[in-house]
């Protein structure tokens, strides 16, 4: 069966099973919402996912905790890639993504998202929408990009490490609208907010000043977010709730922010989700990251300073 076909036929299973059991619909951020997140950011919560909420009847996607019910694929591993590590305290589960095969072209990277040629309709939110923040915990489990599987040349390196990000309405499964990931800067590998406001448009980076060996240690839980405010064509990043000092790598308007506004992404919905590597459709291999994940968090809005603190305190101090 196709993964197009799964993912609807497990996503019915859901729906019937709880219209008989007389179950509320997947957890949304309004009211109560998940416990791991913040009040205050409940209402702004698009997607969230902590890797404790497999799809009944398809271990292989994992459940949407925010308000979109966007179903995730954990792609090529399945369910083996739900490990038992906290990133903290209260924290179950983990996400598992890494290179496989690096000298075969092989499409068979783990990696989790999900993808559609006509847009994620669930993920409405981000379309034409003025700002948003991507964050969550990460943990390398490398110190150097993994070698290119897509070229001949066994020298030869990816130029990036995916973590997580939104696509944009036109992707192929590597362009994005809102991203957080390592990258090459100027011949030296950086952690990034890396934004597009305008499908087809030039995209903006925000690169972190300091070595990305130290803010990601290997073996370490960290939290990271990248926030991305389009009115204004502004980026920020976060470790551990404490913005990073960092620059960005265009000093002209590639936003295209300058003239009047409103200044808002493209009315068009993001084709979907990637984490840790690009193209969730697994139709080609690009920029893996032999990492661990923990709540991730896909939210509508670009979060403060204060807000991004607050949300590192609620997980690390208790609820």
Known sequence: MSRARRVAAATAAVLAAGALAGLAPPASAGGSGPRDVHPSLRDNLVAFYDFDHPVPGDAALERDQGRSGTEIELVNGGAAMRVADRAYAGSGRA??????????????????????????????????????????????????????????????????????????GDSDGHGVRALLELIDVEGELRLVALGRRLDGGNSQTFAAAQDWHTLLPVGQWVHLAATFDFSTGTMALYRNGRPLAGFYTRTDDPWLVDGPGPHVTTASDPRGIKIGGSYPQDTREQNPCDCRMDSLMFLDRALSARDVERQYRHMTRGR
Do not use: Y
Not at 109 to 127: E, I, M, P, Y
Not at 144 to 152: I, L, V
């Open 95 to 168: 996400l598992q993504t890494r290179q496989v095969e690096p000298t075969v072209a092989g499409n068979d990277d783990w990696k989790a998202g999900t993808w559609s040629a006509s847009g994620v309709r669930t993920l409405r939110a981000f379309n034409a929408v003025a700002g948003t923040t991507v964050m969550g915990w990460f943990k390398a489990g490398m110190t150097a990009p993994r070698p290119n599987s897509t070229t001949a040349d066994p020298d030869d390196l990816f130029n990036a490490i995916g973590l997580a990000g939104v696509l944009t």
